[in-house]
């Protein structure tokens, strides 16, 4: 839910501000929801390619990738517009009450990621309905790839996954290590350390007991869907998977390691990976090492998405 803020919690701050989008290409269509529809928007080149639907990352990170936290310039548009140029479709979607899809439910925190889970099934019902494929692949991006494991626990309509920059670790292994890697984290390092072993464990942490500014970034209205989160092992469901596995990771990102793509790759039966030199987590090529290269990608709209990482995955969908 949170975890571009681990990885920045100052860092995003410093990013370049994007500029101004134009509404993005492509039709609006719905799924069902728990109270209201989801919503999505659908860009088909060509109807008889592949159709891909992207699921997005953690926290309130919109159909096009943009994220009030910290991320500009639509990174998943971007995508979406450079595989329609390959002849593939794809549908990105607002998460279940946020954004375009905030009627599905009255409180978006109150989610668990199995949640998340069905309504990917649901998209992909919905998007074979309306285009007449047989199957429908799924993408998914940071916390996106995790969701997309779980659903595909139950392959039904779906053709195959890409997993795009997810975590191959439990998320509050991964929480620690970032919190450990920030140096700038040293004065609130055993606040979060304790609270992430309480919510491990399923207890809610009293906000007000954490060391500032941990309290505004970790509110007990995330708490539960947090709880819930850490209960899974994305190795561990990889390994369960019977459908064909596309794991992509960009050795520029700051906040999911190459480490974590490789521990995916290994556990899911027959998987490809595909490491993309420079790329980093918001699917754009840094210009050169380090973080500051790296958060600079965040916000900067004039950076397409990463080449090679279309090539890979319309090469995959395609194959």
């Known amino acids: 839910m949170i975890r571009a803020l681990i990885a920045g919690l100052a860092g995003l701050l410093l990013a370049a501000q994007g500029h101004a989008q134009t509404a993005p290409a492509g039709v609006e269509i719905a799924a069902p929801g728990p109270l209201g529809p989801l919503a999505g928007t659908l860009l088909d080149p060509d109807p008889k390619g592949p159709l891909v639907l992207l699921i997005p990352g953690s926290g309130p990170t919109d159909r096009d990738g943009n994220n009030p936290l910290g991320v500009a310039g639509g990174p998943y548009r971007q995508l979406a517009e450079a595989l329609a140029a390959r002849g593939v479709a794809t549908l990105r979607i607002d998460k279940r009450g946020m954004f375009g899809s905030g009627a599905a439910i009255a409180n978006a925190n109150q989610v668990t990621m199995a949640d998340y889970a069905a309504d ?38 779906i053709c195959g996954i890409v997993l795009i920059a997810a975590a191959g670790r439990p998320v509050g292994t991964i929480m620690r290590e970032q919190f450990r890697a920030n140096p700038a984290n040293a004065p609130i390092l055993a606040s979060a350390l304790g609270m992430i072993d309480a919510l491990e464990a399923g207890r809610h942490v009293d906000p007000a007991t954490l060391t500032p500014p941990l309290g505004q970034y970790f509110p007990e ?14 190795a561990a469901l990889a390994a369960k998977l019977h459908l064909p596995v596309l794991v992509v990771q960009g050795d520029a990102d700051i906040q999911i390691g190459v480490g974590d793509a490789k521990a995916l790759a290994a556990a899911a039966p027959g998987a490809k990976l595909a490491i993309i ?28 998405a990463a080449p090679v990482l279309v090539d890979a995955i319309a090469g995959f969908v395609k194959r």
Not at 129 to 155: D, F, M
């Open 277 to 304: 030199p420079g790329m980093t987590h918001v699917l754009r090529i840094a210009s050169g090492p380090g973080p500051a290269a790296s958060v600079a990608t965040y916000r900067n709209a004039a950076l397409p």
């Open 221 to 234: 209205s995330v708490q539960d869907f947090m709880i819930d989160q850490m209960r899974y092992d994305p």
């Open 120 to 157: 990917a099934h649901a998209w992909v019902e919905a998007a074979r309905k309306r285009t007449g494929r047989a199957c429908v692949w799924i993408a998914g991006h940071s916390e996106g790839g995790l969701v997309t494991l779980i659903a595909a626990q139950n392959p039904q309509g």
